[in-house]
């Protein structure tokens, strides 16, 4: 016996759908996969009908922020005398650890990156720059994390590198979509930096990459206005570790060691604009669906999720 989760009816075992109101039930067989493994046991018309059918409520996303900020939690309570014996880089780079890699790199231009669950910093870089960017790309890591936890929720599965990759093949297969990360990162990173040293530098060179300040303007609003949405969960979760006292000390490292004065320009950048919880949740179930129709029209898409897939393979072994 099941019972449908929308209106209550007692169904057979054998239904899919509740007899009563055709709502998908949610029974263990239903989801003989508790791990989804390749392309094709992502992208097909049942996976989107159940996605379709069970938009997140407020309180199951809550639920979902609060599982993100527990998993560092936990890694970092476990670990709390060496927490508090570090210097305020190190403390940031244990909260990063507590989600992800953090490798160094010693060449080329970028500061930092994230891909595949691994953060990259320049390991030439002063400390101050290296908070920021370690707060930056472990933003990217986060806003990732958010969708994929949504899915983990509504399918009912586990990890796995192909559901990593159908996410970062969701996120990053629309431009709007990087634009609303990467103004995420930069809007996360400012937080927890002084005033003045706020950058949106890889926000703007994505702008005058791929839009048009003019034509694509309501586009650019809706992604700095998505991003700014889900940096407001981020700055939650990691205001919990992050705590005043750190944001105390990552002050006294800029004035340390950063010999440029601070520059107003870029917070002019920050925004005020934000979606209610309700709007940001259609929009993101919105986001979830798209990979799976763009998924399944392109061809070329299976190509691309493979190189996802693999990187994930080979960072998560
Ligand atoms: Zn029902
Ligand atoms: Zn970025």
């Not at 979509?177 to 003045?196: D, K, M, Q, S, W």
């Not at 490292?253 to 920050?270: H, S």
């Not at 898409?301 to 996802?308: A, C, L, Y």
Request: proline content about 2%.
């Amino acid at each position: 016996m099941v019972f449908c989760s929308k209106c209550g009816k007692k169904n057979s075992p054998d239904n899919i759908y509740c007899s009563e109101c055709d709502f998908i039930l949610m029974k263990n067989e239903y989801f003989n996969l508790d791990k989804l493994e390749s392309f094709n046991e992502i992208v097909n018309e049942d996976n989107l009908k159940v996605l379709e059918e069970n938009p997140l409520s407020e309180m199951e996303y809550a639920i979902i922020l609060k599982n993100i900020a527990r998993m560092a939690r936990e890694y970092l309570d476990e670990l709390s005398d060496e927490f508090k014996s570090r210097s305020t880089l190190g403390k940031i780079k244990m909260i990063a650890l507590s989600y992800a890699d953090v490798t160094y790199k010693s060449k080329g231009s970028e500061l930092g990156s994230y891909s595949y669950n691994r953060i990259e910093i320049d390991d030439r870089l002063n400390d101050c720059d290296l908070i920021s960017t370690i707060i930056h790309e472990l933003t990217h890591h986060l806003f990732n994390e958010i969708f994929e936890q949504m899915l983990m929720y509504i399918w009912e599965v586990e990890k796995s590198d192909a559901l990593e990759a159908y996410v970062s093949f969701t996120l990053g297969i629309n431009p709007v979509l990087v634009l609303a990360n990467e103004y995420c990162a930069h809007t996360v990173e400012g937080r927890f930096i002084p005033y003045g040293y706020q950058n949106y530098g890889s926000f703007n060179n994505l702008i005058s990459e791929s839009f048009d300040l003019k034509k694509d303007s309501e586009i650019i609003y809706f992604a700095l206005k998505l991003g700014n949405s889900i940096a407001y969960d981020i700055i939650r979760i990691l205001e919990g570790f992050v705590t005043s006292q750190v944001r105390h000390d990552i002050k006294e490292v800029f004035k340390n060691d950063y010999a440029k004065a601070p520059d107003y320009d870029a917070i002019l950048l920050e925004s005020e604009e934000m979606f209610s919880t309700e709007e940001k949740l259609n929009h993101m179930h919105v986001i979830l669906m798209s990979g799976i129709s763009i998924a399944g029209e392109d061809i070329n898409s299976r190509e691309i999720f493979k190189v996802f897939e693999e990187g994930y393979h080979k960072s998560n072994n």
